[in-house]
């Protein structure tokens, strides 16, 4: 592992290098905030940008809020280490884009006005379900935050030669600091833009890393899988499923509720929701979203070059830097490798670039989830349920840039003893609770006439609560020695680590039971009205009446 380290770190020019692009990173971002936040007049400004993206413009921002540092660092570290197994990250991130394309994209955005909370509430009882709706968006916004965080101390302590957790942890705080600042100033507009900023430095440096990896191996794609199974140590296995989840029962079932919540989630996130909102019209969220999957398509086909090339020609044994990161830091080693090689000139100037490249990328999405949960905070839990609809919009937009700060500092403290984690694995788990909490609610919302605010409440605290209790008491959290967030100790019953295959289901159950349950029906008087304006938009960006 020093071997890998010590030239960044020892080498004044190469450290010179890393620092300028960084702050050059930091500042433009500051500048397209500061520029944004002078066009900040409404509540529709600052949550949905002014409803004032094209199609292109927001395909691009969700490419960028979507492809994060889990996409990026975590899952081609993941295929490095695991081959194969690794892999299912890429293809289920990728897949579940056609459930947010078929089942929600259009629907939502005609049926809501800034917050996944609006849909929800347009039928239903406001104060319980908007509270419900919050809560869910937090938590969800919190665990993909402790990704993104994890994300850049992995990167800086790379960068600067470092392997003291404190300095990781001091990173962590800075980059909190930051997500604060982008929010409280820029709003949907100021994190929009850097979204799209950092969407185009992402793809470019992808492709330039896809593209010398694949000079390497003359373009043979046989023979990059073949040296990758070679080097990596595990033969054959590293090509095939087993290797992370083991083959027998309890990691297939794992290895299926990764891919059931990977699949699902999407369609559930909440910072992905809240960018359909920020078009003018529904057409406009369709073209979004197809000018999203064609971009992220790209990227996750990218991510086998980048996994497989980091397993072919960087160290990912014991003990060497990529495995210590969990996978965090493979791909700017590889951009350092294919650059000319440690203590190059090439692979300085190359690491410089793509660790700034995912640097802004963390703090593009960093960005977004600070938003969606302080948006949701401030629109649902304060306008809604706390003041009950009488706050001015100044008062509302000063709780959110308050709640934007309250956000980042949980989300700071739980990213510290988050850092031995993957990240990709992070990320995994907020769309396992997403898919259990956020996706239920909103497909019974729109397609039983039935469900009312009982069904609702039930659904989201029962997916919600089922996914993080599973969590807890899984080997995620101890009893499975260093690989856990708090070692040595042991309170785990729950053998999977991902908790899909049972929150999912328990989700949907917990609605139906909700639902039938429940006596209140008024609910049923307003789907005909809510199906009419999820398909036309008619009246979609006024609020709810009740």
């Known amino acids: 592992m020093n071997a890998l380290l010590v030239p960044l770190a020892t080498e004044p020019g190469n450290r010179t290098l890393t620092i300028s692009l960084f702050t050059a990173v930091v500042a433009v971002t500051l500048y397209i905030t500061w520029w944004a936040s002078r066009q900040n007049k409404t509540a ?58 078929l089942l929600v994209a259009e629907l939502l955005r005609n049926s809501g006005r800034f917050t996944m909370a609006d849909q929800l509430a347009f ?50 705080v800075l980059v909190g600091a930051l997500m604060i600042v982008y929010v409280t100033i820029g709003g949907m507009k100021g994190t929009t ?41 595990k033969g054959e296995a590293f090509l095939q499923p087993g290797l992370l989840y083991g083959k027998d029962l309890t990691g297939q079932i794992d290895f299926l509720s990764l891919g059931l919540a990977l699949v699902l989630g999407t369609a559930g996130l909440p910072h992905i929701l809240i960018r359909f909102y920020t078009v003018p019209d529904s057409r406009s969220a369709r ?46 080693l590889l951009a350092e490798s294919v650059g000319g090689g440690a203590g190059s000139t090439g692979g300085a100037i190359l690491l410089a670039l793509i660790a700034a490249v995912a640097f802004a990328t963390i703090l593009a999405v960093v960005a977004g989830l600070t938003l969606t949960s302080a948006s949701s905070f401030a629109h649902d839990l304060y306008a809604n349920v706390i003041a009950k609809q009488k706050p001015t919009e100044q008062q509302e937009l000063r709780v959110a840039r308050f709640a934007a ?59 919600l609560i089922s996914a993080v209790v599973l969590v807890i008491f899984s080997p995620v959290v ?56 999820a398909m036309t938009g008619a009246g979609a960006e006024g609020p709810a009446k009740h």
């Open 193 to 233: 833009w850097v979204q799209i900023v950092k969407a185009v430095l992402l793809m470019a440096g992808t492709v330039l890393i896809t593209f010398l990896v694949l000079v390497k191996f003359h373009f043979n794609l046989s023979d990059l899988l073949g040296t990758a199974a070679e080097k990596s140590g």
């Open 287 to 332: 073209r979004s979203v197809q000018w999203a999957i064609g971009l992220i398509g790209a990227f996750y086909l990218m991510t086998l070059a980048l996994g497989f090339g980091a397993a072919a020609l960087l160290d990912t044994g014991k003990g060497s830097a990529v495995e210590v990161s969990k996978g965090n830091v493979a791909s700017p």
């Open 405 to 463: 700060i309250g956000i980042g500092a949980v989300s700071i403290a739980l990213a510290i003893p988050a850092q031995k984690l993957n990240i990709a694995f992070l990320v995994a788990l907020a769309f396992a609770v997403a898919a259990s909490a956020n996706l239920p609610a909103l497909l019974y919302n729109l397609f039983w006439k039935r469900f009312n605010t009982a069904g609702a409440t039930w659904s989201i605290y029962g997916g």
């Open 123 to 172: 039928r239903m009882k406001q104060r319980p379900v908007r509270t419900a709706a919050a809560t869910s968006t937090i938590v969800v916004s919190i665990f993909y935050l402790l990704a993104q965080m994890v994300g850049a101390g992995s990167l800086v302590g790379l960068l600067l030669g470092v392997k003291s957790d404190g300095v990781k942890a001091a990173v962590i």
């Open 44 to 101: 529709a400004d600052y949550y949905a940008g002014g409803r004032s993206f094209s199609g292109a413009q927001n395909g691009l921002a969700i490419s960028g809020d979507y492809m994060s540092a889990a996409s990026f660092l975590g899952i081609s570290g993941s295929i490095a280490l695991y081959g194969y197994d690794g892999f299912l990250y890429s293809i289920g991130f990728l897949v579940a884009w056609l459930v947010a394309l």
């Open 478 to 533: 101890s009893g499975n020695g260093d690989k856990s967030m708090i070692t040595g100790a042991d309170f785990q019953w729950f053998p999977l680590s991902n908790p899909g295959i049972v929150s999912i289901p328990l989700g949907f159950l917990f609605g139906v039971l909700g639902t039938y349950l429940g006596k209140d029906r008024t609910s049923e008087a307003r789907y005909n009205e809510l199906s009419v304006r």
